[in-house]
């Protein structure tokens, strides 16, 4: 029995990959995973007004696509013409189709191979041919505008006259020795055995057929969804199938364990659980309208387009190989003077022609970015995280000594000339060719806080850590003596750089500002006063918590944010404030001054992240993990971890076309669905936008920095929660 009990343990553990520590805090234990991704190949220079036809890969692992202008193969990136075989250049193709593992050719005068010794060929004596499918022991059946013709050892043993129906596909149905022939109305079944031709089905809007469930029904697709069909009475098993993400299918294929859809708008994979796979936009392929599904080389997938094909692969890896892709894009292309930067390109998608510029939030975005390498190195003792710390740390400590301010982070710095970003709000460096972006924002504040104290507990010398402690002080003391402001280089307080009471406590309790900006300054003054032992944080972070009803404010119910008449702050539910608020959280519980008001925080975690539990943010669920929780939902968490495309070019997506999504009404929150997409559906943005979001993106002109995955990645093995 003990055996026996092993035995099943031990099954369980490698079935799933989600365990319990000992404190019963449920971690991930990190193995490989399917991460799917595509390799677009585009259209050569000399093939701009080509039209494609068809696509296939043989058992050698070549691609061949067919096209008005011959046959075309992949060639450093690009569709360019295939002229391996020098025979078929000559030869007028008309469509191909991989049999038994080989290229099989339809031209005008015959169906051929090059495989099999070449001594398949089939002279169809068609000058209309048009389409031509394989059956069994290389039997052939050939349309053409005026015939159709059945061959049987390379002789022809059946035809009759077309009677002018287009013809859009034939399949061979292997199990019931006969070919089906789909026409824009109706089905014809051709039986081998009878050589009789038969009309099954009528229909509306025909456009492709596909065997499934060992050919016992019967997929057709149509302009408003899909039909099942039993495969021996073609009688309907359901209903049109029509809740799709876009119901005007042009071709459908099984591989595999899903069934996939080519649409007018995308390719999308259902799979045996129901669930649906979308595969739209540039990040996926050349274009949506889609013309063949094919299985490519391996276990890839060929989606041909009308303007190139894309290649779909499914790879294993695990998180952390995941981490190391990321790592070297952001490496590669991201890194300006230590900061994580925004990279922008010319035309979309073409990295040669991306540069680097300044953003907004230069400090906010790299004080994410050394926060991820600062858990990387706790993780890993890497050489490399280490030194990607000391080099982002310098980054953001310049911030703090380019301009004049004591105490005041710019947002960015730029040589002179070459700013970007927001021109009025740029100040000269005297004596220098330097510019400083002023006006900064809470959330450089925010960040910084958060980037440090990761950094001070973390990094292994000392000097360094003495670095980060003095900015920590040094903005302390910029808040307190300005009265719980942000002073700019006008004398006047920044915008959002405002926690004074008179601010703070003027707001409703239920616009969101009070209860965050309250959050904000009370998680500031606990840190400072932890790395720096200074009473007198300590004592007004007392003050405003007890006096000035600060502690009040941070335990106002995240569930009472909500509008209120006349208060732009309050017009939609900020998820800037999301980012800032949990960033926040993270020191407000680690420093807390008692076990008492740890005890609370640890509430107000909680409670925000139930509400924001529909989006499965990992880097919220591993911040309220970092509490000790045991239900914060790792298993959604891994899940969006494990979604996000491995291309973070700001593609333009669009998903509120689609007809298999349930809309919710409008709301405070923007919530658009009653799911959220996984990341590699929707457009590519960090953690202050909206995941509910269904339509948006850069055109293809903008790569994101890696740190979107990093960041949440090595919080999580810092945490504990990913081993």
């Given amino acids: 029995m003990k055996l026996c009990y092993f035995f099943t343990v031990l099954i369980m553990f490698f079935i799933t990959s989600v365990v319990f520590s000992e404190g019963e805090q449920p971690f991930y234990q990190d193995r490989p995973f399917v991460q799917d991704y595509a390799e677009k ?25 067919l096209s008005n202008k011959g046959l075309l193969q992949v060639y450093q990136g690009e569709l360019v013409s295939d002229r391996m075989h020098r025979p078929l250049v000559d030869m007028n193709i008309m469509d191909l189709e991989v049999y038994r593992g080989q290229f099989v050719y339809l031209t005008d005068k015959a169906v051929l191979s090059n495989a099999w010794a070449a001594k398949f060929y089939v002279a169809h004596g068609m000058a209309d041919a048009k389409l031509f499918t394989m059956g069994n022991d290389f039997d052939v059946f050939v349309v053409g505008e005026k015939e159709w013709a059945y061959f049987s050892d390379g002789r022809k043993v059946w035809q009759q006259k077309s009677g002018g129906k287009q013809v859009k ?63 021996d009475s073609y009688r309907a098993l359901a209903v049109l199938e029509s809740k799709l993400p876009w119901p005007d299918i042009c071709c459908v294929r099984k591989m595999g364990e899903k069934t996939w859809f080519g649409s007018t708008r995308g390719v999308f994979a259902v799979r045996t659980d129901g669930g649906i ?24 997938v060929l989606v041909l387009t009308k303007q190139g094909l ?18 070297r894009l952001t490496r590669l292309r991201h890194m300006r003077y230590g900061f994580s930067s925004a990279f922008v390109m010319q035309k979309p998608g073409d990295f040669s022609t991306g540069t680097l510029i ?3 939030n230069d400090g906010t975005w790299t004080s994410m970015y050394l926060a991820g390498e600062v858990f990387r190195y706790a993780a890993t003792k890497s050489d490399e995280s280490l030194a990607n710390c000391y080099e982002a740390f310098e980054a953001l400590e310049r911030l703090f000594t380019i301009n004049p301010l004591e105490g005041f982070p710019s947002r960015a ?27 900064t924002s809470s959330d450089e504040i925010v960040g910084h806080f958060f980037a440090y104290s990761n950094f001070i507990e973390i990094m292994p010398d000392k000097a360094w850590r003495d670095r980060a402690i003095a900015l920590l002080d040094q903005t302390m003391n910029h808040i307190m003596r300005n009265d719980w402001y942000l002073i700019d280089y006008d004398g006047k307080p920044t915008q959002w750089g405002k926690w004074n009471k008179d601010y703070v406590n003027r707001l409703p309790r239920q616009v969101g500002d009070r209860k965050l900006n309250s959050t904000e300054v009370i998680s500031f003054l606990q840190t400072a006063y932890h ?116 291309d973070f070019v700001g593609w333009r997506v669009k998903n509120s076309h689609r007809k298999d999504l349930e809309f919710i009404k409008g709301n405070f929150r923007n919530q658009t669905t009653t799911k959220v997409l996984p ?29 979107i995955y990093l960041f949440p990645y090595w919080m999580g093995r810092y945490v504990g929660v990913i081993k």
């Avoid at 190949?41 to 696509?65: M, T, Y």
């Avoid at 996926?284 to 080389?297: K, N, S």
């Avoid at 290649?311 to 995941?322: A, C, G, S």
């Fill in 679 to 707: 990341p590699d559906e929707r457009s590519i943005s960090k953690y202050n936008g909206n995941a509910f979001r269904l339509d948006g993106g850069e055109g293809g002109l903008r790569e994101f920095s890696g740190d």
């Fill in 310 to 327: 894309s290649i779909i692969h499914f790879d294993r890896m695990t998180l952390e190989q995941k981490a190391e892709h990321f790592d």
């Fill in 358 to 360: 300044d953003q907004d």
């Fill in 413 to 439: 710095f730029e040589r002179r000339g070459y700013k970007v970003s927001d021109p009025d709000r740029w100040v000269e460096v005297e004596g220098d060719l330097w510019d400083w972006k002023a006006t």
């Fill in 41 to 65: 190949i585009a259209l050569g220079p000399s093939l701009s007004d080509v039209e494609l036809k068809a696509c296939g890969s043989d058992r050698n692992g070549r691609i061949q696509v």
């Fill in 169 to 231: 596909q034939i399949v061979f149905d292997v199990k019931r020795n006969r070919y089906l022939i789909l026409c824009a109305k109706q089905i014809y079944n051709f039986s081998v055995s009878e050589k009789k031709l038969d009309s099954v089905f009528e229909g509306a809007k025909l456009s492709c057929l596909e065997f499934i469930n060992n050919n016992k029904e019967l997929l057709v697709g149509t302009g408003q969804g899909y039909l099942r069909l039993d495969g």
């Fill in 277 to 300: 796979d979308y595969y739209a936009s540039k990040r996926w392929l050349p274009d949506d309208g889609v013309i063949d599904i094919v299985a490519g080389p391996g276990k890839s």
């Fill in 531 to 646: 790395f720096t032992g200074k009473e007198i944080y300590k004592e007004k972070a007392y003050e405003l918590m007890e006096k000035d009803g600060y502690l009040d404010n941070i335990m106002i119910p995240i569930t009472e944010i909500g509008r209120v008449e006349g208060i732009d702050l309050s017009t939609e539910w900020n998820h800037s404030d999301d980012e800032l608020a949990f960033l926040s959280y993270w020191n407000l519980y680690r420093y807390a001054f008692t076990d008492e008001l740890r005890e609370k925080y640890r509430r107000v975690i909680r409670e925000h992240w139930e509400i924001e539990r529909p989006e499965k943010n990992p880097l919220w669920s591993f911040i309220y993990a970092m509490t000790g929780a045991a239900a914060y939902d790792l298993d959604e968490a891994i899940w969006y971890l494990k979604e996000m495309p491995l």
